[in-house]
């Protein structure tokens, strides 16, 4: 698909999510058993995953006291699962199976802001499997951070007094997108370190005087889901979508809508997408939807921070 060829729909993303119905109430989890072929991640009083149509949901993470998740994203196999959070008082990156089973802290962060993980679904240069989130590095900056699946070869790439927001893979795992506030897209492409690791060659402003907050690229196209606006402060806020391989970039707006909460995610063929929209009656809930915005159905009426298989 041609990120030029993509109309702007405003008012049709509008009715479409107006008049969206819920379906009926399934029921809400609590077993350990994940569904036959999940397909969405999500938060909702825990860790959840459901198959696309918004069934079989089931618990993969309970809640304790004063425990948290959030931003989950998908291991390339689909047998895993990042996210970041807090449980027994310990808060950072977290790595668990789909069953709920072999729980693992990757990366303790005592001053880490909630953030989306990203699960590279490539090697990164160095040829390791890498999770990308944002953290608090220097001084009270946010920085972009990642790590080895396994928990080794934890690195800070930006180091720096900027303001990160939460960073994306690119799909072949070379970079890694992300938006450095107030107002700036980057792609950082990264090379190997001698022993192991990844280091930043270069960082290239893709974006200037945008706000880009969550992203994620396709997993068959190169196309980029992003939520923002024209900076500073979003005049425009919603979800954009661009061509990543026509420069200069030219954003189109999918969803003119303030209302939608983190980034959306493409499913493995990248014809829909989910994404979550806060508001009222039937305009809230998950949603699932076209990548232009149109189509939108409801499948679920309560739940956060989405994240679609990539297989």
């Not at 900027?162 to 938006?179: A, K, L």
């Amino acid at each position: 698909m041609n990120c030029r060829s993509l109309s702007i729909r405003f008012v049709s993303a509008a009715v479409s999510l107006a008049l969206c119905v819920g379906l009926p109430a399934k029921p809400q989890g609590g077993g350990s058993t994940p569904p036959p072929n999940p397909a969405i991640a999500f938060v909702d009083s825990g860790l959840k995953v459901m198959n696309a149509d918004g069934t079989n949901v089931r618990t993969v993470v309970a809640l304790g006291r004063r425990d948290s998740v959030a931003g989950p994203s998908w291991s390339p196999d689909g047998q895993q699962l990042a996210f970041c959070g807090v449980r027994g008082g310990v808060r950072g990156i977290w790595r668990v199976n789909l069953d709920g089973t072999g729980i693992q802290l990757l990366a303790p962060q005592a001053g880490i802001v909630l953030s989306s993980t990203d699960w590279s679904r490539a090697p990164a240069p160095d040829g390791r499997f890498k999770i990308t989130f944002r953290s608090t590095g220097v001084g009270d900056a946010l920085d972009v951070f990642v790590v080895n699946t396994d928990g080794t070869g934890l690195q800070n790439l930006t180091n720096s007094n900027d303001q990160d927001s939460s960073p994306g893979w690119t799909r072949d795992g070379t970079g890694i997108y992300h938006g450095t506030l107030p107002t700036s897209c980057r792609l950082m492409q990264l090379g190997a370190v001698p022993g192991g690791g990844v280091t930043a060659l270069a960082s290239v402003d893709m974006l200037t005087n945008w706000d880009f907050i969550e992203c994620q690229v396709g997993n068959t196209s190169n196309l980029l889901l992003f939520r923002g606006g024209p900076g500073p402060g979003f005049p425009t806020a919603g979800i954009w979508v661009v061509d990543t391989t026509v420069l200069p970039w030219s954003p189109q707006l999918v969803y003119a809508d303030g209302q939608v909460q983190r980034a959306p995610a493409f499913a493995p063929n990248d014809q829909r997408i989910v994404l979550r929209r806060n508001g009222n009656g039937q305009t809230a809930g998950i949603f699932t939807a076209n990548p232009d915005g149109s189509g939108a159905l409801r499948i679920r009426s309560s739940g956060t921070d989405v994240a679609w298989r990539h297989n």
